[in-house]
């Protein structure tokens, strides 16, 4: 009996230890609801309070695990389930999401899981840590990890999110200090074999260490404070996230579309989550913007023009082709995904009408070319929406034959350049465009010299110009290296340089074709575009024709239609003629749809090799993951074996007195897992020794406990029996193990 006040008492401290560990965790759960998009974040925590509650007074696992069960599915049940709880529907519609959302998963599209299933594996983390904190807490006694980690997640919120942590960083400062107090005290009592009785308990401990806490807050907080002692580190990271840096290369970016278009350059890291997907005949650029007024470092526009507010039936017409202009008409049809963070459409070249939306309202802006759903009067993204457009074709022969008189709007417009662009970039224009007769063929000349002259695709060391360098003068005349932006601003400036006025359009390419459906007895394809597939191309302007797509980025083919008109007559120049405009038709074309593919998506700075892809069957992936989980269940089985195995090569290859005190702590450590051998608490290493050699009749453990005592307190490893002492080792182990 005299072990029970001592046995009251840690019980008691344990049972404190563990709630602070409870209240340090909901530290991790009170930002989620407002960085993440995580509702009814109460539920989680009272089933997170559950899970720590019955790992504290800890029942056997055959309850357990039936109970934290049903407590999952009574969360799943009030937040998603319609169904009468646990009836054969209900069983039926988590069946089927937890079906799709294992394919969902196999087929590596994450972004698909549904709120049910995410919010499942949520619960599931947090019944796994309710474990893991008990065993940290009350078992290992192990605290300061994971004081050290809350502190850490409590504070990075708070500097680089909108989650305000000054309360909960005083909150995880005061229940740290209990935890470890308490941890601390615990080991103490439990190593000394003290019992406090009674009252004593708290005038001893609990009432000191309270003392102790709320003094140290208190002169924390009063304490006068210094002034920081160096710059603030947080703007300069934040800077480097959102893209502005030095020359040096180090500003890194998530490649997307953006509004900002001010400070160009810098690296990108890819970024493939899904934008939307488009059903239609062939693959399109997919437009959104374009700004007119270049810096020296980016882009800007002068103005947000006049947008036109419509009713969604009315048909669109941002003007930007003439009657003389061929074009078909074709349906596209979009789907936004919940990952684009933008409202405005995006549509091809000749769009016309959009139809089967949620929009009352479209804004149009003719001048940047968005065109941005409303309803109710507010701007919104919408979910789906049909397009109508008329594809446009471009005659060579319309375009050689286009004049040089441009509306003074459009000149006045399209051919600013800022008065700090260096004179060698207008010399370089005019050099490559020396020998063009034409608007066309100084378009043509410009796009053309980019993919002749050692320029490359890469999105990695990517440098942003320096404060008194010319964004396109770096890449013209230094690098020769970047991707879509550099190339496209670098034609934009090179040709108002020569009096074409040109702009700068943003939006996306065609992105992957993943399947191929029947709408209206037509094969149309699907395409998937993601954030890697943003890009941005040149549209320059021809009178009588309008506006016209071109792309000189390095590995990227231009969608436009280009055409030959059939003449007349067989004279030798007009032959001629048409052999040179054929020639350049089929260059514009000529791309080997994998490097296209894969420069689109910014997945490698290197051309492709040719290799085909392999996709991986289902059922081999479910094979692999058993065959996984197996071995994994019988590594953890017979964990003990192998570590075993471990400690034995070890001391034969080292022996010594390291090696040996290792391996006698873990022989140790095996022994007391046999419920019938477990060291009881203040038992010397004799008497458990003796107790061990009584069960197996042997005097194995004796011999062992003496020399590892001889090495710890003699400090002697002189004249050690290694050799027979691996031997007793080695006999004890399988004898345990067996």
């Known amino acids: ?365 003719p001048t940047t070319g968005e065109i941005i759903p409303q309803k109710n009067g507010e701007s919104f993204q919408l979910n789906g929406y049909e397009i109508g457009y008329a594809q446009p074709s471009f005659s060579f022969s319309q375009l050689a034959e286009s004049g040089m008189d441009d509306p003074p709007q459009i000149d006045q417009a399209y051919t600013q350049l800022p008065e700090s662009l260096p004179e060698q970039v207008r010399d370089l224009a005019e050099e490559i465009v020396a020998e063009s007769s034409n608007r066309y063929e100084k378009a043509r000349a410009v796009e053309e010299y980019f993919q002749q002259n050692g320029f490359e695709y890469s999105t990695k060391n990517i440098p942003v110009p320096d404060e008194g360098e010319d964004y396109t003068s770096q890449f013209l005349l230094d690098t020769q290296v970047g991707y879509c932006d550099n190339f496209s601003t670098s034609m934009v400036v090179l040709l108002r340089s020569v009096g074409v006025p040109a702009r700068w359009a943003k939006g996306f390419t065609g992105g992957e074709q993943i399947d191929t459906i029947e709408v209206d007895g037509e094969l149309k394809n699907v395409y998937q575009v993601t954030s890697a597939n943003a890009h941005s191309w040149v549209e320059v302007y021809f009178p009588d024709v309008g506006w016209v797509a071109f792309e000189p980025t390095k590995g990227f083919g231009n969608h436009t239609d280009f055409y030959i008109e059939d003449t007349e007559g067989d004279d030798e120049e007009s032959s001629e003629v048409d052999e040179n405009l054929q020639e350049q038709l089929e260059q514009n074309q000529e791309q080997t749809p994998e490097m296209d593919e894969q420069d689109m998506a910014g997945k490698t700075d290197e051309s492709n090799d040719g290799g085909g892809s392999f996709t991986v069957p289902t059922w081999l992936w479910i094979v692999l993951v058993l065959v996984v989980l197996a071995s994994l269940g019988l590594a953890y089985k017979y964990r003990y074996h192998l570590l075993a195995m471990y400690y034995r090569r070890k001391y034969i290859q080292n022996p010594g007195q390291h090696n040996y005190e290792t391996a006698y702590e873990f022989l140790l450590k095996v022994l007391d897992k046999k419920e019938d051998l477990n060291r009881s608490s203040g038992q010397t290493l004799q008497e458990f020794a003796h107790s061990v050699d009584d069960h197996y009749r042997t005097q194995e453990m004796g011999q062992l406990t003496y020399h590892y005592e001889r090495l710890v307190y003699q400090k002697d490893s002189t004249q050690h029996p290694w050799g027979k002492m691996r031997e007793l080792w080695e006999n004890l182990i399988k004898k345990t193990l067996s």
């Open 1 to 365: 009996m005299a072990n029970d006040p001592i046995e009251r008492n840690q019980s008691l401290f344990r049972g404190i230890v563990y709630l602070c560990g409870f209240l340090l965790f909901w530290e991790w759960l009170r930002p989620l609801d407002q960085i993440t998009d995580t509702a009814n974040m109460a539920a989680f925590v009272v089933y997170a309070a559950f899970c720590f509650f019955l790992s504290y007074i800890h029942l056997p696992w055959f309850f357990t695990i039936p109970m934290k069960l049903i407590g999952l599915a009574f969360v799943i049940d009030g937040l998603f389930i319609g169904q009468r709880f646990l009836s054969g529907e209900w069983f039926r519609f988590v069946y089927d999401h937890i079906q799709y959302n294992f394919d969902v998963m196999v087929a590596n599209q994450w972004w698909q899981m549904t709120p049910l299933f995410r919010s499942m594996l949520f619960l599931l983390l947090l019944w796994l840590m309710s474990y893991l904190l008990y065993y940290w807490f009350v078992i290992a006694k192990r605290t300061s990890f994971f004081v050290i980690l809350t502190i850490v997640y409590v504070t990075v919120l708070d500097t680089f999110t909108v989650y305000e942590g000054k309360g909960a960083i005083i909150r995880t400062f005061l229940i740290s200090l209990i935890v470890m107090g308490l941890s601390s005290f615990t080991k103490e009592m439990e190593k000394e074999s003290i019992a406090i009785r009674g009252r004593r308990v708290y005038r001893a401990w609990i009432i000191p260490l309270m003392v102790v806490v709320l003094f140290a807050s208190l002169i924390g907080y009063a304490a006068p404070k210094k002034a920081p002692q160096w710059p603030d580190p947080v703007p300069f990271i934040q800077g480097a996230v959102n893209g502005v840096g030095g020359s040096g290369g180090n500003a890194i970016q998530k490649v997307g579309y953006g509004t900002n278009d001010e400070q160009l350059g810098g690296s990108f890291v890819q970024d493939n989550t899904p934008v939307f997907q488009a059903v239609a005949d062939r693959e399109h650029y997919w437009r959104i913007e374009t700004k007119d007024v270049y810096t020296g470092k980016g882009w800007i526009r002068s103005s947000e023009g006049n947008p036109i507010e419509q009713p969604v039936a009315n048909d669109i017409n941002l003007g930007y082709f003439t009657d003389a202009v061929e074009r078909e008409d074709k349906v596209a049809t979009i789907a936004m995904n919940d990952n684009a963070t933008f409202s405005k459409l995006v549509y091809p070249y000749g769009i016309e009408k959009v139809s089967n939306s949620e929009a009352d309202t479209l804004v149009i802006n």
